[in-house]
């Protein structure tokens, strides 16, 4: 069973600092990573994906990819209350049905 | 932007009943989906669906469920003799091709109570 796992928190953070996020996967063999953010009571929202070792920035949002040490993390660079939110890791399975693998979400709460 | 739509946004039914959620999928995508997600727990794969047939299906998408493209547009769920359990927000969700490496667009949900 393919698994992808996350700390729940929920993290807690200061307006304005470094949120870090972080995400294990099992399968040695995914390709490709998924962050969505998810609003309470809201379906998932994609944030940012990537598919080479490495750091992929995209405005606030730098995700990290480690495939050797199978984690991925996404940082949230000067945290805004707005970013309060669950953050979800996915991971495809390569099965024909090309299904979503998520990890149970890690709780970001941004204080003001 | 086009978007996933879902309807019915939410649905209170009777334990026992039959219940159909119905998607619209963005237009140009080939690939369906049905998620679901029980309060507080992970997102979890229910069933994909390509060129009018099932590609894959998890555990949980017993007898009780069954999916149908009934015209070109529409991708509808079908949760016969509904049990408590089944109390969960689903969520339907198309994609352009096959995942690897393409995005999945989620809908906003429809939000089912059995009672």
């Known amino acids: 069973q393919k698994e992808v796992e996350q700390n729940s928190g929920p993290l807690s953070v200061p307006e304005g600092a470094i949120a870090s996020l972080n995400c294990t996967y099992s399968d040695r063999g995914s390709q490709s990573f998924f962050w969505y953010r998810q609003y309470s009571g809201k379906s998932p929202e994609l944030i940012m994906s990537i598919y080479s070792n490495g750091d992929k920035e995209d405005g606030r949002f730098t995700a990290q990819l480690n495939k050797a040490s199978q984690y991925v993390s996404l940082l949230i660079r000067d945290s805004q209350p707005s970013d309060s939110a669950t953050y979800l890791c996915a991971v495809p399975s390569y099965n024909q049905g090309g299904k979503l693998i998520f990890g149970q979400g890690t709780e970001l709460s941004v204080k003001p | 932007e086009p978007e996933v739509t879902q309807t019915p946004s939410h649905q209170v039914t009777q334990m026992g009943q039959e219940v159909i959620l119905r998607c619209v999928p963005i237009s140009n995508h080939l690939y369906f989906y049905w998620y679901r997600q029980i309060l507080g727990q992970k997102v979890e794969f229910l069933v994909s669906f390509y060129n009018n047939e099932i590609s894959e299906k998890s555990e949980i998408f017993d007898d009780q469920f069954s999916v149908e493209r009934p015209d070109g547009s529409n991708f509808t769920l079908k949760i016969r003799s509904t049990k408590l359990e089944d109390s969960a927000m689903y969520f339907c969700?198309?994609?352009?091709?096959?995942?690897?490496?393409?995005?999945?667009?989620f809908g906003e949900g429809s939000w089912l109570t059995v009672v």
């Open positions: 969700a198309s994609s352009e091709t096959r995942i690897s490496g393409n995005t999945i667009y």
